[in-house]
Antibody, heavy 115, light 112 residues
Framework: QITLRESGPTLVKPTQTLTLTCTFS??????????VGWIRQPPGKALEWLAL???????RYSPSLGSRLTITKDTSKNQVVLTMTNMDPVDTATYYC???????WGTGTTVTVSS | DVVMTQSPLSLPVTLGQPASISCRSS???????????LNWFQQRPGQSPRRLIY???KRDSGVPDRFSGSGSGTDFTLKISRVEAEDFGVYYC?????????FGQGTKVEIK
């Protein structure tokens, strides 16, 4: 059974850097074709893809946020980490970790950006 | 970015009646391998999205057969043959052909 779980701070201050960790089980990020990504959803709004990393280190970023994002993987720990710099109140959202097939999602973690 | 446009954005329905949601993309979603990577998701309040349909018309395991997907190129539809109480929520289409993958704005299916 595949599971993913997000973890990280619930509150960050403007201009700070957010670091979120996705810990997964039931699959390996060394398997060909497999990836893990991050999606966010501001309160009451639609879903937005942020970043995706594949088994071969191919990584992709939202063009609108690309310079602020970094996605990395640690296959020994079964984790994917997303960092987002220069946080702003508009970045307040629920952040989801998701398998690249899109068939399994984490439960999400809510991040509020406020001073 | 590929823009995904859903309609309607709000869909009041009566239990037992059919429902249909349209999703149009700003460019063709046919990938170089000939596959169309168009998904449909359901999101109930307070829950993560759940995928219902992938590759336009393939139902995920456990998804009732009252849900069906159709379409091609840039024009896609999700249909619910007879709406049940558990079907209320927000539905999103998403294209996985062109990066960045993009979602529609969402269609809220609610009780009439």
């Amino acid at each position: 059974q595949i599971t993913l779980r997000e973890s990280g701070p619930t509150l960050v201050k403007p201009t700070q850097t957010l670091t979120l960790t996705c810990t997964f089980s039931g699959f390996s990020l060394t398997t060909s074709g497999v990836g893990v990504g991050w999606i966010r959803q501001p309160p009451g709004k639609a879903l937005e893809w942020l970043a995706l990393i594949y088994w071969d280190d191919d990584d992709r970023y939202s063009p609108s946020l690309g310079s602020r994002l970094t996605i990395t993987k640690d296959t020994s720990k079964n984790q994917v980490v997303l960092t987002m710099t220069n946080m702003d109140p508009v970045d307040t959202a629920t952040y989801y970790c998701v398998h690249s097939k899109m068939d399994v999602w984490g439960t999400g973690t809510t991040v509020t950006v406020s001073s | 970015d590929v823009v995904m446009t859903q309609s309607p954005l709000s869909l009041p329905v009566t239990l037992g009646q059919p429902a249909s949601i349209s999703c149009r993309s700003s460019q063709s979603l046919v990938y170089s391998d000939g596959t169309t990577y168009l998904n449909w998701f359901q999101q109930r309040p307070g829950q993560s999205p759940r995928r219902l349909i992938y590759k336009v018309s393939k139902r995920d395991s456990g998804v009732p057969d009252r849900f069906s997907g159709s379409g091609s190129g840039t024009d896609f539809t999700l249909k619910i043959s007879r709406v049940e109480a558990e079907d209320f929520g927000v539905y999103y289409c998403m294209q996985g052909t062109h990066w960045p993958w993009t979602f529609g704005q969402g269609t809220k299916v609610e009780i009439k």
